[in-house]
């Protein structure tokens, strides 16, 4: 069955760096786009990243982009998010989710990040 | 961006009544393959998003039959038959059709 194990969540610094991995099993990653999105405490959902199935392209909400870097390696079955510059409006979990008909069919249990002094 | 908006945000429902969720967007949603990427999310409380509903009427599997959705354009509707405890929780909609791809603001469904 489709697992998708994110970690790497934490407590950082304002301006710090963190990088988040999510562990793919049960289908064929090498063949699936994948996504970032992100839930900050008791809001709704906000989608932040996502990567083609081979890596060639990465699209990034406005929020994000020039300071988070999405990628994959798919040797490893394995998702990546580098969050740079890191901004107390960056708390939130963080899922990764599988793309399937451009919608996420399957997500995992998220990691949280927080960002705080 | 494409703006999802929502309605109602709270959806107060008696179990065994139907209850019905409205989305819109501000672009239209078909796509140049002729598709319309529209789904939908169910979040039961502490737990992760799970998707119910892709391309506006496709429902995923294992999901009850009690759920449908539809629509088309700008204007989509997700639709529960018959209430139950277990659906109580957040809706979302997503549009899949746009670069950022984006989220409605959710519906809280309760039990009166």
Same mark, same amino acid.
């Given at each position: $069955?489709? %697992?998708?194990? @994110? ?5 950082v %610094?304002?301006g ?16 699936y786009?994948m996504y970032?999105?992100r $839930? ?5 959902? @906000?989608?932040v990243a996502?990567?083609? *199935?081979?890596g060639?392209?990465t699209? *990034?909400?406005d929020s ?5 870097t999405i990628?994959r390696?798919?040797s490893k079955?394995?998702l990546?998010? $580098?969050m740079?510059?890191?901004r107390?409006?960056?708390?939130a979990v *963080? *899922?990764?989710?599988?793309d %399937? +008909?451009?919608?996420p069919? +399957?997500?995992g $249990?998220?990691?949280l990040v927080t960002?705080?002094? | 961006d ?5 309605s109602? &945000?709270?959806?107060?429902v008696?179990?065994?009544q139907p209850a019905?969720i409205?989305?819109r967007s501000?672009?239209?949603?078909v796509?140049?393959d002729g598709?319309?990427?529209? /789904? ?6 502490g737990?992760s998003?799970?998707r &119910? ?8 599997s294992?999901?009850p039959?009690?759920? /449908?959705?539809s629509g088309?354009?700008?204007d989509?509707? &997700?639709k529960i038959t018959r209430v139950?405890?277990e659906d109580v ?6 549009q899949?059709?746009?670069?950022p ?6 519906t809280?469904?309760?039990i009166k």
């Amino acid at each position: $069955q489709v %697992q998708l194990v @994110e970690s790497g969540g934490g407590v950082v %610094q304002p301006g710090r760096s963190l990088r988040l991995s999510c562990a793919a099993s049960g289908f064929t990653f090498s063949g699936y786009a994948m996504y970032w999105v992100r $839930q900050a405490p008791g809001k709704g959902l @906000e989608w932040v990243a996502l990567i083609l *199935y081979d890596g060639s392209n990465t699209y *990034y909400a406005d929020s994000v982009k020039g300071r988070f870097t999405i990628s994959r390696d798919n040797s490893k079955n394995t998702l990546y998010l $580098q969050m740079n510059s890191l901004r107390a409006e960056d708390t939130a979990v *963080y *899922y990764c989710a599988r793309d %399937q +008909y451009r919608s996420p069919d +399957y997500w995992g $249990q998220g990691t949280l990040v927080t960002v705080s002094s | 961006d494409v703006v999802m908006t929502q309605s109602p &945000l709270s959806l107060p429902v008696t179990l065994g009544q139907p209850a019905s969720i409205s989305c819109r967007s501000s672009q239209s949603l078909v796509y140049s393959d002729g598709n319309t990427y529209l /789904s939908w999310f169910q979040q039961r409380p502490g737990q992760s998003p799970r998707r &119910l509903i892709y391309k506006v009427s496709d429902r995923d599997s294992g999901v009850p039959d009690r759920f /449908s959705g539809s629509g088309s354009g700008t204007d989509f509707t &997700l639709k529960i038959t018959r209430v139950e405890a277990e659906d109580v929780g957040v809706y979302y909609c997503m549009q899949g059709t746009h670069w950022p791809r984006t989220f409605g603001q959710g519906t809280k469904v309760e039990i009166k």
